[in-house]
């Protein structure tokens, strides 16, 4: 089976969000099980993503496919969608619908019309595939679309035990560390982890918070951590490499992200492939994902700082839940999901 996906999802994290990586393993899945795919992604490049985006689907109107399925990615394909000859499918990777209220000024309104051509191609399509019940049933309330197949996201679970056993974490030099790795998006509520690493620092003498990644709300969330005189606990790591990366996850004892709006989190099949135990906040597609984690009520920084304590105290909970995860992840290795993905455009 050929297929083509459409993306104007930035392909590197600095520019996009975690989609991308999902994007590109079910890619490699695909052609591990003997596929064929072709991305096909913008050629021209504007500072304003929306503008970007909006031209590239337009353009999509004279393009000629060659697939036996065509499938798009979030709001990618709406022109594409309804055109005779080729079935294509709207592949929603996180309700943009939904992240609209978590944002602000020109990037909500932004975020407003690239959810208007979503909810159109979720409609024009033939199929919807999306990646969580959350996911699905946002669909529904927002846009109307029922009955969306929900397969997962999926994780490359060799290549990452071959980082992980290549990139070893050096030598200790605190006694707990707690890694979080995100776009510094509001939704993602760093500054939360951040308030929760106030209360923690005088329990946890050697805490250490190593934060990986990068974003809009970066400026202000470094300066909340500057104004809470966090600057022996907080370690802004900024975006890495895939080898640094995996030396983040060896040096971490827990993984921490307490964002109340998640599609999924790749972030969570990361950080249980590496044998992290996991606390977020019991928002979205979390609890589908963190099936063993401590989750909290979100948006409350001493709940979070207690679960993380709590981690701190019991080691042998945090061996517990560390084994459990590296099981459940399984579930998500990548042509696995991959052959999940090509039975629901069948």
């Not at 000024?105 to 399509?125: D, M, V, W, Y």
């Not at 709006?261 to 969570?268: L, M, N, P, R, T």
């Not at 099936?291 to 981690?311: C, F, K, M, R, T």
Request: hydrophobic share 45%.
């Amino acid at each position: 089976m050929k297929l083509q996906f459409i993306t104007a999802i930035p392909l590197n994290v600095t520019r996009g969000s975690g989609c991308f990586v999902g994007i590109q393993t079910l890619a490699r899945g695909i052609q591990a099980l003997g596929g064929d795919v072709e991305l096909i992604t913008p050629k021209v490049h504007f500072p304003v993503f929306t503008a970007e985006r909006i031209l590239f689907n337009e353009r999509l109107r004279f393009t000629q496919f060659s697939a036996d399925v065509t499938v798009g990615f979030d709001l990618d394909g709406y022109r594409v969608a309804r055109r005779r000859g080729i079935p294509h499918i709207a592949a929603i990777k996180g309700v943009l619908g939904d992240a609209v209220r978590f944002e602000r000024g020109f990037t909500r309104a932004s975020l407003a019309l690239q959810a208007h051509l979503e909810k159109l191609h979720a409609q024009r399509a033939e199929r919807v595939i999306t990646i969580s019940r959350s996911c699905s049933q946002r669909l529904e309330e927002l846009y109307s679309v029922r009955n969306a197949i929900v397969v997962p996201e999926l994780i490359d679970l060799d290549a990452w035990r071959s980082l992980f056993a290549a990139n070893p974490a050096p030598p200790r030099k605190r006694e707990f560390t707690v890694l979080c790795v995100c776009r510094f998006y509001p939704r993602k509520r760093v500054d939360v982890l951040i308030r929760a690493a106030q209360i923690l620092r005088e329990k946890i003498r050697g805490l250490e918070i190593r934060i990986v990644g990068g974003g809009p709300e970066s400026r202000r969330l470094r300066q909340l951590s500057a104004g809470l005189r966090l600057e022996n606990v907080v370690n802004w790591r900024g975006d890495t490499t895939a080898q640094e990366l995996a030396r983040e996850y060896n040096r971490a004892d827990i993984f921490c992200l307490p964002s109340v709006q998640e599609g999924f989190g790749i972030v969570f099949l990361e950080a249980m492939a590496a044998g992290k135990p996991i606390v977020a906040a019991r928002a979205a597609a979390v609890p589908e994902v963190v099936q063993h984690g401590l989750l909290v009520e979100p948006d409350n920084s001493e709940a979070l700082a207690e679960a993380i304590y709590h981690l701190y105290l019991d080691s042998d909970l945090r061996t517990r839940l560390a084994t459990s995860g590296k099981q459940h992840v399984e579930n998500y290795e990548m042509k696995r999901v991959a052959a999940q993905f090509l039975a629901a455009l069948a």
